[in-house]
């Protein structure tokens, strides 16, 4: 199945800084990706998403990039701001999986005044 | 966007008693649920996949006995943890794709925090 790793484990950043976080996927048919921020206690918010037909994405002060040959894509986030702190998760979708999404292991982004 | 509704929110129970968690897509019809289970500062693991109308598909090491997942309508999916345990506690989010959106995104619900005592 799909395998998707993820790094950093936590990042902490001042306030206006970018930040970037890393993921790398095994299955070469995976062919969505989302990334998403989750508070604690709270449901996962999807804030952007890349198709494997793409590879950049940008939506304000997010981007995401994907390198199907190296079977890996990041988040770039830039002027950080406190209420961006949060945990990150990216994911892929199995290609061949009935839809399934399997998640990175996260990332504690805390930005600091 | 699509919203999905999860019931209860919190639930605290003693060790043995069964718990009943629900998921429903409120705007949307939904042939396929996704339920996942997250321990305190790890990441979302996938436990198994509701087809409406078929049994569940759950992934490996997921006792199918211990975690029913019934998905009867095209809106709703249940999950329910059987004589629970301590070690049953922990955060359950259930999901669904919008197949008829545009974007195809998948939705989650508020989640369901369960304490075992």
Avoid at chain 1, 95 to 103: E, P, Q, R, S, V
Avoid at chain 2, 24 to 41: H, I, N, V
Wanted: hydrophobic fraction near 30%; glycine fraction near 8%.
């Amino acid at each position: 199945g799909e395998n998707v790793e993820q790094h950093p484990s936590t990042l902490s950043v001042q306030e206006g800084d970018s930040a970037v976080i890393k993921c790398t996927y095994s299955d070469s048919a995976s062919n969505y990706f989302p990334w998403y921020k989750q508070e604690l206690g709270k449901r996962p918010q999807l804030i952007i998403d890349i198709r494997s037909n793409v590879g950049e994405k940008k939506d304000q002060r997010i981007a995401v990039t994907l390198n199907k040959t190296a079977k890996h894509f990041s988040l770039h986030i830039t002027e950080t701001q406190p209420e961006d702190s949060a945990v990150y998760f990216c994911a892929a979708i199995q290609g061949g999986g009935g839809n399934k999404l399997t998640f990175g292991t996260g990332t504690q982004l805390k930005v600091e005044l | 966007g699509a919203v999905v509704s999860q019931h209860p929110s919190r639930v605290i129970c003693k060790s043995g008693t069964s718990v009943k968690i629900e998921c429903r897509s409120l705007d949307f019809q939904a042939t396929t649920m996704f339920w996942y289970r997250q321990f305190p500062k790890q990441s979302l693991m996938l436990m198994a996949t509701s087809n409406e109308g078929s049994k569940a598909t759950y992934e490996q090491g997921v006792e199918k006995d211990k975690f029913l997942i019934n998905h009867a309508s095209l809106t709703l999916s249940t999950l329910t943890v059987t004589s629970a345990h301590p070690e049953d506690s922990s955060f359950y989010i259930c999901s669904a794709r919008d197949q008829g959106g545009r974007t195809g995104e998948l939705f989650f619900g508020e989640g369901s925090r369960l304490t075992v005592l």
